[in-house]
């Protein structure tokens, strides 16, 4: 019954979370055009997927932390989601959807204005998918999922999209360390999702929890000294929450405490916020950001009626 259990939260999470099948439709709803410009008020920029739940295609949109300034980033043809940006704050890697069937996800990357859309991962009927770009911008990690998401695995390139390979860790999720020398990540290699990390050759593995229940999306603060990630007390989906602790995996602190859904966690550039995304109504994220203690919770995103906003990333200082 474990292991079922199990197999089911992974397939909620992978759905709710990454995609929900969408066509494209020239009718979904988008926010009304803003004139204010993405310049930070509120505490940065913050750019998000913005993904109609029934029609619709995902779109990535981008926002200042006090909500203002609400825009579409970039139109395409296919829908983009699971972004990262660049240390430069030049360019996008995200994940490009590209059949009807949701079969096949290659890893893109385009320029901060839109243009420049180009595929770099070319396998079929893989899920490539969480891209992160390394700290000097020359390299991108992202996971390969395979058979149903069953097979999760490691892999890194070149930021042109040169010398794919896997590194040998079964894995997901993985973000760099400030230096650039180790991934933080997510591993079922024991039963339930743990954080691991390890040297980006895959060498070095060290577990840092050790819990029966899901830990997921660690990623270290910009100083590296402690991880934010979202866990499960309960050991149901629903309940996730969002905690942090030192680098080493000491001093766990649970820093949301309700009785919806808190997922997804990033640092804001400068260490002073936590971004998440919370489900106000069954699969209705919404993007929040909170004090680094976990007090001053506040919404940034107000989608309109059939859309939910998710997975939302900070632009680099």
């Known amino acids: 019954m474990k292991t079922s259990m199990k197999f089911v939260s992974i397939i909620i ?13 020239s ?9 204010t410009p993405l310049d930070g008020r509120g505490g940065g920029v913050i750019f998000y997927c913005y993904q109609p739940l029934q029609n619709g295609i995902h779109r990535i949109y981008g926002l200042n932390a006090d909500g203002s300034g609400n825009r ?26 590209m059949d009807a069937g949701f079969n096949t996800w290659s890893i893109h ?5 839109g ?44 930021s042109d999209g040169s ?34 990390t390890c040297q980006i050759n895959g060498t070095d593995i060290q577990q840092l929890t050790n819990t029966v229940v899901d830990e997921w999306f660690p990623v270290w603060s910009p100083d590296d000294s402690l991880i ?17 602790m030192n680098a080493n995996g000491t001093n766990i602190r649970r820093l949301t405490n309700n009785n919806v859904s808190d997922s997804y966690p990033r640092w804001s550039p400068d260490g002073s916020f936590i971004s998440f995304t919370m489900d106000l109504s069954n ?16 919404r940034v995103t107000n989608s309109p009626s059939g859309v939910t906003a998710i997975n939302a990333v900070w632009r680099p200082l």
């Open 283 to 298: 699969q209705q994220w919404e993007v929040f950001i909170m004090n680094v203690d976990g007090t001053n919770i506040r």
């Open 163 to 196: 010398n794919q390979h896997y590194i040998g860790v079964e894995g997901f999720a993985a973000k760099w360390s400030a230096d650039g020398s180790r991934f933080i990540y997510s591993s079922k290699t024991t039963g339930n999702y743990e954080i691991y």
């Open 27 to 35: 009718t979904e709803p988008e926010p009304a055009p803003q004139g």
């Open 109 to 113: 990357v385009f320029n901060i204005d």
């Open 115 to 158: 243009t420049g859309l180009t595929r770099l991962t070319n396998t079929s009927n893989v899920m490539d998918s969480e891209p992160a770009w390394s700290p000097d911008g020359t390299q991108i990690v992202f996971t390969r999922l395979t058979q149903n998401f069953v097979i999760e695995e490691l892999w890194i390139m070149n």
């Open 13 to 25: 999470v992978h759905s709710f979370l990454f995609t929900i099948g969408c066509s494209d439709n």
């Open 228 to 244: 934010a990630y979202n866990a499960y007390p309960s050991g149901d989906f629903s309940s996730s929450e969002i905690y942090v």
């Open 72 to 97: 579409k980033i970039i139109n395409a043809s296919i829908g983009l989601n699971h972004h990262d940006i660049s240390p430069d704050g030049s360019r996008f890697a995200c994940v490009g959807y």
